[in-house]
């Protein structure tokens, strides 16, 4: 299966900020119905950070609220991710991925490292 490419990720003090960027194949990106970011913590299971329905409709689990922010670029086929306030919880390593119907792709990228140190 085709792999979602993520960038952006690396190293930033406390209260720093990162913007994480998703390329999603056109006919991927066009068929999919909602978009999300993911994270993965050290010591964690994979959980869903931040999600995107059309433009407007977004989603956020409450530690990340007022802090990340998710958009899209519909032209060039690429959704990021903007993380302000960043905190040393935040570290781990951040996937993309699109829902195609009911179900999330089975196929995930490499993902993108975080780190934030205290």
């Known amino acids: 299966q085709v792999q979602l490419v993520e960038s952006g990720g690396g190293l930033v003090q406390a209260g720093g900020s990162l913007r994480l960027s998703c390329a999603v194949p056109?006919?991927?990106?066009?068929?999919?119905?909602?978009l999300g970011w993911f994270r993965q913590s050290p010591g964690k299971e994979r959980e869903l950070v931040a999600s995107?329905?059309?433009?407007?409709?977004?989603n956020y689990i409450d530690s990340v609220k007022g802090r990340f922010s998710i958009s899209r670029d519909n032209a060039k086929n690429t959704f990021d991710l903007q993380m302000n306030s960043l905190k040393p919880e935040d570290t781990g390593v951040y996937y993309c991925?699109?829902?195609?119907?009911?179900?999330?792709?089975?196929?995930w990228g490499q993902g993108t490292q975080v780190t934030v140190s205290s």
């Open positions: 056109g006919s991927i990106f066009r068929s999919s119905s909602i």
């Open positions: 995107i329905i059309g433009t407007t409709h977004k």
């Open positions: 991925n699109t829902r195609v119907g009911g179900t999330w792709r089975t196929s």
